[in-house]
């Protein structure tokens, strides 16, 4: 990246990455992505507390990616506190959040970008249309989330097809314009986000990509009962807000990258 793609003031794009000892997928995942990104951009990897062993990775590779800037959340622990504190640190005029375990993301987010510059609010990857797949993961869990994004999908009139997958990027200007009110539990404030921007008119985007779902060490999120109460109160307050509101907005700008098209 040259030194004038890397100031604040063309910067384009900040990618988001939650962490909470990742350190051993950061490596992989972050020079996916800065070999694929087409865009003036920066990562942002924000961690909760200083001994996260993500933020020795990081340090390490940044004498090569001069734009890996270490965010340390200090708003609570947890996504949601980790996404406003990157946001609010955030430089460029878009902001992507991806989960550090998984390099299906890093291919989409060319595709994304561009859906962005054709005037859209919030883009959203979906595991489950257009060509997009799940790898990874355990049965109950994917098996739970296929289902619940398939109910939610036709019960509420979503206009997104994978609301609850944590793979957004939007405009910062418009980030304050959704009060996001989620508990700090996994990543239901992707789900919340989702259904809100929806209620309050946003314009609309989705790129079906691979995910492909924890490339290294044990996953940290395992089936929980509040996890089931979280998603269950804003699967109920989509119903609520979403059903009539949805049927006068206008409809989902789809991109289908161009690997997913020879795939089929």
């Known amino acids: 990246m040259s030194e004038n793609e890397n100031s604040k003031d063309k910067l384009k794009l900040s990618i988001l990455i939650p962490v909470f000892n990742e350190g051993v997928n950061l490596n992989t995942t972050l020079r996916i992505v800065e070999a694929i990104v087409d865009y003036p951009h920066e990562v942002l990897i924000v961690h909760d507390f200083p001994n996260d062993d993500s933020i020795p990775v990081v340090k390490s590779m940044q004498k090569n990616y001069p734009n890996l800037r270490l965010v340390h959340n200090q708003l609570g622990r947890g996504v949601i506190n980790a996404i406003k504190s990157g946001v609010d640190t955030a430089a460029g005029d878009y902001v ?58 036709i019960l509420s009139g979503s206009r997104l097809t994978d609301p609850t997958f944590g793979v957004k990027i939007f405009r910062k200007e418009k980030f304050n314009e959704v009060n996001l009110v989620s508990n700090p539990v996994g ?78």
């Open 187 to 264: 990543w239901a404030v992707s789900f919340e986000f989702a259904i809100k921007a929806q209620a309050a008119g946003w314009k609309l985007g989705e790129v079906p990509l691979i995910s492909l779902n924890r490339l290294y060490g044990e996953g940290k999120s395992s089936f929980r009962l509040n996890w089931l109460t979280e998603y269950s109160k804003w699967f109920l307050w989509g119903l609520n807000n979403l059903l009539l509101s949805n049927k006068k907005k206008s409809k989902v700008k789809i991109r289908i990258p161009e690997k997913l098209k020879i795939s089929k």
């Open 96 to 153: 992507l959040v991806i989960a550090a375990d998984d390099i299906g993301p890093p291919l989409a987010i060319n595709d994304m970008v561009a859906l962005m510059d054709e005037g859209v609010d919030l883009v959203n990857a979906t595991r489950y249309a257009y060509g997009g797949k799940n790898i990874g993961g355990t049965l109950t869990s994917n098996f739970l989330s296929t289902v619940a994004n398939k109910i939610f999908y």
